[in-house]
């Protein structure tokens, strides 16, 4: 039997055995056949055809290659979507491990056992189970615009299961650390990107992108819009990744001074430079008013750490400092989500949601002194 659709959208038939089937007419005579056991299931891949084949895009079947795929899918839908530092993230990984393996394979004959193949070869050659993950992620969302297109009927990659990644413990610096390193630091010439990231929990880069006209030291707040990122070899300023990540932020008094510390001493780098003085606006500079290779203050940090006696610990790590300093303070999760920006709670309680069962474990014993009176019985 047929069922007929609407004008322009073709016909679809019902097979004796009771699939459905559809076609796209790719000229000369030629047909593009795709089968499934409902009518929905053959209408959505019949409109994903029809889609690709107004685009110019090879239908499956059409001995496509996945390295093909891959690089328009990386063209056309990634980098107009993602920001330049995922981009070439995204671009690495399908450069340097999918391509490789599985850019050979015809997109419409690719496998669940390819894509495992491809996952086993690469934790087998010392590849760590998160940099296998994010080859899955990244091939998994190629695959998924695939079925969109109607090049594949299903996406393989969503058959493999992903390696496990044991998450990496966040070590923050404890309160008498973070006390010790502040004042290690105190007249160094990043000591407030020190007490920026530490004191308000900013990522490097939202950090050295901040402008001082995002700052309002009289009212004690900053504003978080961007972030310095190093793109085509150019340290330029990209707009934060998520709504979320846009923020206001209160400026502690212990970062206002630091601040206002910073500024004079970079109206004087000013001074010194003279014409050579690069304006960008940027609250964080070279001497010359340049913007700062986040690579620079890292080997910065790290000898700052060592002159202070501390342990080595990760740029980030201020961050996470930040969060676990507020926790101990009692700070509730939503709040402290849209201190550091998190896209959604989730993000928030899978990275610190063991510090917040300390702090209620805090609280029970408060709760008991409490009941227990004066007495302490």
Do not use: C
């Amino acid at each position: 039997m047929s069922r007929r659709r609407g004008q322009g959208e073709g016909t679809i038939i019902q097979r004796p055995d009771g699939r459905w089937a559809a076609a796209v007419s790719l000229g000369n005579g030629r047909r593009k056949w795709f089968y499934g056991k409902t009518h929905r299931e053959v209408r959505d891949k019949l409109t994903g055809a029809l889609r690709a084949h107004q685009q110019g895009l090879p239908l499956a079947g059409e001995r496509q290659k996945v390295d093909a795929f891959l690089a328009r899918w990386l063209d056309e839908v990634a980098r107009p979507k993602v920001r330049p530092s995922t981009f070439r993230s995204y671009e690495s990984l399908v450069r340097i491990h999918i391509a490789p393996a599985l850019g050979h394979v015809p997109l419409a004959k690719l496998t669940p056992q390819d894509v495992n193949a491809l996952l086993s070869q690469k934790l087998v050659g010392g590849l760590s189970p998160r940099r296998v993950q994010l080859i899955r992620i990244v091939l998994h969302m190629a695959l998924k615009q695939a079925t969109r297109w109607g090049l594949l009927p299903r996406n393989v990659a969503g058959l493999v299961d992903s390696p496990k990644v044991e998450r990496r413990e966040v070590q923050p610096l404890n309160p008498d650390e973070a006390r010790a390193f502040l004042a290690s630091v105190a007249g160094d010439r990043l000591e407030a990107v020190y007490f920026v990231a530490l004191a308000l929990g900013l990522r490097q880069g939202e950090a050295l992108g901040l402008r001082w006209a995002d700052v309002d030291l009289e009212s004690g707040s900053a504003v978080v819009t961007a972030s310095l990122q190093r793109i085509a070899g150019k340290l330029e300023r990209v707009a934060t990744k998520t709504k979320q990540s846009r923020r206001t932020a209160a400026l502690p008094s212990i970062v206002i001074d630091a601040l206002r510390r910073h500024r004079v001493r970079q109206m004087q780098e000013r001074l010194v430079a003279g014409s050579r003085w690069v304006e960008t606006g940027l609250v964080f500079t070279t001497t010359r008013g340049t913007p700062i290779d986040g690579r620079s203050v890292y080997r910065r940090f790290q000898a700052a750490l060592a002159r202070a006696g501390l342990r080595r610990v990760r740029f980030h790590d201020l961050r996470h400092s930040f969060a676990s300093l507020l926790i101990a303070q009692g700070i509730h999760p939503k709040v402290l989500q849209a201190s550091l920006g998190h896209a959604t709670i989730g993000v928030t309680m899978d990275t610190y949601g063991h510090l917040f069962a300390d702090a209620q474990r805090d609280a029970a014993t408060k709760m008991n002194a409490v009941f227990a009176g004066p007495s302490g019985r």
